[in-house]
């Protein structure tokens, strides 16, 4: 036990928290910027097992901000080369690596088997998914975002309000870290302190980081609670696999982004959303676009002059 004393020393963590956080089996979504200092201060503080999905490969562009890796990694899977780093960290630590992108098919099993989920992917997309599968499920989510010099950590779900509580409408941009740049140590604190808000939420530290919201910006942080922002109904995002043969399909790219469409029957209209065909009464849209950016604006373009049910389909890179 001689690892952990200086964090068993503390009032708050002690035989019993240490117990709690060897026993805890954690769910981490993204293995880039912000899943790096989270894998290392999780794995360092004795974490059970990690549950880690990530679809990427390392790349020399990552490693400015993700000193996980080194040269020797480029081009290995993110997944796999964290594995084998936190293996080195903490042999004790248990790491399952999955090489996969995180779906709406595949993420209510994933959180199933965990007792915590952290959203490191940086992908709204993946945040709001995430957060529709841990808020019926009771699952604690922590998720954090970062872009140029700001940020963001919030606690999500478990016996706080969902991310759509607080932030109910669509993102109004579609920049990332490739198209408007990030600093690597801005998007490490966030991460960090995404660690940070994991362990508190194990040990049931008071106050509790569910419900609480941590935006740093400008060289300063501020913060402000949430708990009783009410619930906001909102287009879900479904995976591919779930389109059915009665849905109507739009696809949102144009023929030179995306050479092939969603589906075989799909409508390609990238203008989609104040004009274009409308459902049937009965017939569920789905809107489809790379990021889910252009879907989202579309759905909520579109809701102004029909009712019915809506759904996104945030598809990658798959073209």
Known sequence: MSRYLRQMVL?????????????A?????????????????????????????????????????????RMKD?????????????????????????????TPANAPALIAQADLVLDCADSYAASYTLSDACLPA??????????GIAGYVGGFCGTAPSLRALFP??????????????????????????????????????????????RYEGGRFTQFRFDRAPENPGPRFIAR?????GDMVIDLRPEDEAPHKATATALRIP?????????????????????GLRSWCAADALSRRWSGEIT???LGEDN
């Not at 035989?15 to 060897?22: D, F, H, K, S, V």
């Not at 408007?180 to 660690?195: D, E, N």
């Not at 409308?278 to 849209?285: G, I, T």
Request: glycine content about 12%.
């Open 11 to 23: 009032p708050e963590m002690g035989a019993p928290g240490q117990a709690r956080i060897a026993a």
């Open 25 to 69: 089996h954690l769910l981490v979504v993204g293995a880039g910027a912000l899943g790096v200092p989270v894998l290392q201060y999780l794995a360092g503080a004795g974490i059970g097992h990690i549950t880690l999905i990530d679809p990427d490969t390392v790349e020399e562009s990552n490693l400015h901000r993700q000193p996980l890796y």
């Open 312 to 314: 996104l389909l945030a």
């Open 169 to 214: 409408d669509p993102p109004d941009s579609g920049q990332t870290c490739a198209t408007a740049g990030v600093l690597g140590p801005v998007v490490g604190m966030l991460g960090c302190l995404q660690a940070q808000m994991a362990l508190s939420v194990l040990l049931g530290l008071s106050p509790s980081p569910l419900g609480q919201f941590i």
């Open 241 to 245: 696999e779930e389109i059915t043969r």
């Open 138 to 147: 009771g699952k604690p989510l922590i998720s954090a975002s970062a872009l």
């Open 74 to 102: 480029i081009g290995q899977a993110k997944v796999r080369a964290a594995a084998q780093a936190v293996a080195r960290l903490n042999p004790e630590v248990g790491i399952t690596a999955l090489v996969d992108r995180l």
């Open 271 to 291: 203008g989609y959303g104040e004009t274009g065909p409308l459902p049937a009464p009965d017939q569920r849209l789905v809107l489809a676009c790379r990021s």
